[in-house]
């Protein structure tokens, strides 16, 4: 029962997110434009069919669709996309090019403000912060790597001459090199060096990495009843310190232990509450997975609450920076091997918003900043179904003083509106396709701690 209300709540809270901030843009077109004397035929949230509408005082329709890839005014003194708004009721005189463009623009700017709303919030509650700092684990001595001199427990301090603290950085910055062998600064007691590192592809994402294993403490997530664990007393977010007199390095790396100590008592030891306790454990052999176990599930993510969290300033600076190496990577696509599959659609967004959601409510807060400033910006290229091209046929109008043909806006308009769904429904299908990673990520149970030594739970939901 437990878990089926998490999952109705999980998708109330997605949908609501997801909705606001479509909401808020259109609001910024609706409002501007009925500051500036403009008709309005229609506010809608989503494409397609109606799921419910009705008309207010003014004549307005206000409706909820059932695809939820969007929304828009209708606006009939604006040249748009019949195939996305229909058709106008009837002919209306023609609006300035100023009030094209501050129509045009509201909705970005109401995007930008709600994400620095969004990111004050996250500022004054605070924001979990993945812990997996650029440690190196095991390097195997006769590897590519080892043989290049790296060692467990180097610390990767910069990736192609870009600094670098943790692995997400790492690995942002090995997809986006223009190079399979990347520039590898490392740091060693007071030694820093640079080695350059061949770099593998993933088979199943098609990107590059580096084959080199992250030294993290495994943490526990599950304590499965009737295993050794549960007869020791091990609990969510124990870290697992060492096991069998070795220092464990990883999660990789307790499990092949784990599996040499079968049969035999062997000593474990874990930090629980920021003090150390020594316990003893039996592995049995499990015949599904054909190892030794102590019935263990690993937490999904590792998190510190940071409070007071990120400034919004760094917030949207870390957004822009993302999106400037996004973009990088998505322009040089036989270098990086990233191409528009691996952008994410609707479907993907609200993955991405379920899983945050389900982890913590905070995380998806700081998604929603990075939502709302993709929506502002993309919204702004200069392409006629877009804030952009209404903005750029305004200029137009200016500089040229005479009118964009109404014949070449509806056309143009149309055109793109039909590229930019049949794109939507390009990323969507890889988005379906990377269903099973979202189910994995959502069943997993993450750890979250308080800034310090606090003790590590798991999010309340």
């Not at 690995?171 to 060096?193: I, K, M, Q």
């Not at 590192?197 to 990107?207: A, D, F, R, V």
């Not at 990088?328 to 918003?353: C, E, N, R, Y």
């Not at 189910?439 to 739970?457: D, H, M, N």
Request: include cysteine.
């Amino acid at each position: 029962m437990e878990s089926v209300l998490n999952v109705i709540y999980t998708g109330i809270a997605v949908l609501v997110l997801f909705g606001a901030s479509i909401f808020v843009h259109e609001y910024g077109h609706f409002w501007m434009a009925r500051r500036r004397g403009m008709k309005i035929d229609g506010f809608s949230i989503g494409f397609g069919p109606k799921i419910v509408s009705w008309r207010d005082k003014h004549g307005v329709e206000w409706a909820l669709r059932w695809i939820p890839a969007g929304g828009f005014v209708k606006l009939p003194q604006m040249i748009t996309s019949e195939a996305i708004e229909g058709k106008a009721a009837a002919e209306v005189p023609p609006i300035s090019p100023l009030t094209k463009i501050l129509v045009a623009v509201a909705g970005p700017l109401m995007n930008v403000a709600f994400a620095l709303l969004i990111a004050s919030l996250v500022w004054a509650i605070g924001l979990p912060v993945p812990v997996n700092p650029s440690i190196i684990g095991r390097v195997l001595p006769d590897s590519v790597e080892g043989k290049l001199g790296l060692k467990s427990g180097d610390r990767i301090v910069a990736v192609n001459g870009h600094p670098v603290k943790s692995w997400q950085e790492i690995n942002l910055e090995v997809v986006t090199a223009l190079t399979n062998v990347v520039p590898v600064t490392v740091a060693r007691d007071s030694e820093r060096f640079t080695v350059s590192i061949p770099t593998k592809k993933s088979e199943t994402l098609g990107l590059k990495y580096l084959d080199l294993e992250p030294q993290e403490r495994p943490i526990v997530g599950i304590v499965q009843p009737n295993m050794p664990a549960a007869g020791i007393g091990l609990q969510t977010g124990d870290k697992i310190l060492s096991f069998d007199g070795i220092y464990v390095l990883n999660q990789e790396h307790l499990t092949e232990i784990v599996n040499r100590g079968q049969g035999r008592a062997c000593e474990i030891v874990i930090e629980r509450g920021g003090q150390t306790l020594t316990l003893k454990v039996t592995p049995v052999y499990d015949p599904e997975t054909k190892r030794g176990r102590i019935g263990i599930g690993f937490a999904g993510g590792h998190y510190e609450l940071q409070r007071p969290g990120p400034t919004p300033a760094e917030q949207i600076s870390g957004v822009l920076r993302m999106m400037g190496k996004t973009f990088w990577a998505l322009f040089h696509p036989a270098q990086t091997g990233v191409t528009p599959k691996d952008m994410s659609g609707p479907a993907g967004i609200l993955g991405k918003l379920a899983v945050d959601v389900n982890t913590d409510f905070r995380l998806a807060l700081g998604f929603m900043v990075m939502l709302n400033i993709n929506l502002a910006l993309l919204n702004l290229l200069p392409l006629p179904v877009l804030d952009g091209g209404h903005i750029t046929m305004a200029l137009y109008e200016i500089v040229m003083r005479r009118r964009v043909s109404v014949r070449f806006q509806e056309w143009a308009t149309t055109a793109f509106a039909v590229l930019l769904l049949s794109f939507m429904a390009y990323v969507s299908f890889f988005d379906v396709r990377r269903l099973p990673l979202f189910l994995q990520l959502f069943k997993q149970t993450p750890v979250i701690e308080q800034s310090g030594s606090q003790p590590a739970t798991p999010p309340a939901k």
